[in-house]
């Protein structure tokens, strides 16, 4: 890519390896998706708009059993961006608070945003689903969220990372693997009881947000 050349990237479907590739490679090369909004239209055109099948890996609405389908790509993913916001933690806007949000909302629900498996199943759902839901990126984005997820120690480096890939320098995603240890506890149920008085206003205001469509 630094020279200038081409490259084509296909696993065997297209829409699991291929999309974490591609973004990756993409997040070292381009400094733009280092930045709140860069982050947020990198995974809307090459996961959402590009077909992952986010209904069939997480299995919204389905038993535990019911598909063989389920499986943590997008998860491998955001661990990958994590490592990274370890190994540089000045080169992007966002901080580990953004990449937490972002999975607690893949499985919560409340946005339109990571529905279904790809545009035509959300296009052709009655109502559209772009109608009748809300999008995550510009709840993450607002002038309120944008004070607990930017980095205030972001520096814009323009130029490619180069990951360190040795296995000792991988960390373990303490923050949000071991949110519910049992020695954490107290912790969490200080931050669960934060959450709960912050999420009433929160939907309230998707609320108005989507009947003003």
């Known amino acids: 890519v630094n020279r200038g050349r081409s490259i084509?990237?296909?696993?065997?479907?297209?829409?699991?390896?291929?999309?974490?590739?591609?973004?990756?490679?993409?997040?070292?090369?381009?400094?733009?998706f280092r930045t709140?909004?860069?982050?947020?239209?990198?995974?809307?055109?090459e996961w959402v708009s590009f077909g992952h099948k986010f209904d069939d890996r997480l299995g919204h609405g389905e038993p535990e059993d019911a598909?063989?389908?389920?499986?943590?790509?997008?998860?491998q993913f955001m661990d990958a961006v994590y490592q990274l916001l370890k190994q540089y933690p000045n080169w992007f806007e966002f901080n580990e608070e953004y990449l937490i949000n972002v999975l607690d909302q893949l499985y919560s629900g409340r946005f339109g945003?990571?529905?279904?498996?790809?545009?035509?199943?959300?296009?052709?759902?009655?109502p559209p689903l772009s109608s009748c839901?809300?999008?995550?990126?510009?709840?993450?984005?607002?002038?309120?969220?944008?004070?607990?997820f930017k980095n205030p120690d972001f520096i814009s480096y323009e130029g490619p990372i180069e990951p360190i890939c040795s296995t000792s320098h991988l960390h373990v995603w303490t923050g949000y693997y071991e949110r519910y240890k049992l020695s954490q506890q107290h912790e969490y149920h200080q931050q669960s009881l934060e959450h709960k008085l912050r999420i009433r206003p929160d939907t309230e205001k998707l609320e108005k947000m989507l009947k003003h469509k």
């Open 113 to 126: 945003t990571f529905l279904m498996d790809c545009e035509k199943e959300r296009e052709e759902l009655k």
């Open 36 to 45: 709140l909004k860069g982050f947020g239209i990198l995974i809307q055109k």
């Open 67 to 75: 598909s063989t389908e389920q499986s943590p790509i997008f998860m």
């Open 133 to 148: 839901t809300i999008s995550i990126w510009n709840w993450l984005v607002s002038k309120e969220k944008k004070t607990i």
């Open 8 to 32: 084509l990237i296909h696993c065997s479907d297209g829409w699991d390896r291929t999309s974490q590739i591609v973004s990756i490679t993409e997040l070292l090369l381009d400094p733009y």
